[in-house]
């Protein structure tokens, strides 16, 4: 059978295989290329599908985990400073913000499920996931960061431009609908 790209579909053994590959250490690899082309594509998966959830409910209903609370409150409390609307790399990747992170994140070994699994962050959150708006960033750093944009409002952004698209778009289909009334099944007005 073939995809729709003219690709063979993986067999649900290959599909296996990938799984299993992604979950071993990162140290059992070098740059294997198929590995990090599974890994991207999982990373990418995930980045769409939360893009579509806080484009469709209103982020500050939102809850990532069972551990959102204690996962806000250590981050507000580690990081208050941490201006989250539009992200500044420095921030996440500097060898000093890399001192400050990695405590943060080990708290959640153990009780968040993949909390170091690498994942994709926009860098400004009015925006969407484009090459020049992400970063790559831990798990356990992407739902601190997300937890405290939906928590704090700064998500909303997304939702209601989303929302007004959606609005635009019913009202355009009912002005269509009102402006043929008038027609005959021809399109000609009918006076």
């Known amino acids: 059978m073939e995809a729709a790209s003219g690709e063979e579909a993986p067999m649900s053994g290959e599909l296996m295989s990938v ?53 806000y409150y250590e981050f507000r409390k580690n990081f208050e400073q941490l201006r989250i609307d539009v992200l500044d790399p420095e921030e996440l990747k500097s060898v000093s913000a890399k001192e400050k992170w990695r405590p943060f994140c080990l708290k959640f070994d153990g009780v968040i499920e993949d909390f170091n699994y690498g994942t994709l962050l926009r860098l400004d959150c009015s925006q969407g996931y484009t090459e020049e708006n992400t970063i790559f960033a831990t798990r356990i750093q992407f739902l601190a960061i997300e937890i405290a944009r939906n928590r704090e409002g700064y998500n909303k952004a997304v939702y209601i431009s989303v929302q007004d698209k959606e609005d635009e778009g019913a009202n355009r289909g009912e002005k269509e609908i009102e402006a043929n009334k008038g027609m005959n099944k021809r399109g000609e007005t009918s006076m």
């Open 19 to 71: 799984a299993h590959a992604l979950s071993l250490p990162a140290d059992s690899y070098g740059n294997d290329p198929d590995v990090e082309m599974a890994w991207a594509m999982r990373a990418m998966q995930h980045a769409e599908v939360y893009y579509k959830l806080i484009s469709s409910v209103d982020p500050q209903f939102l809850k990532l985990t069972k551990m959102d609370d204690q996962i």
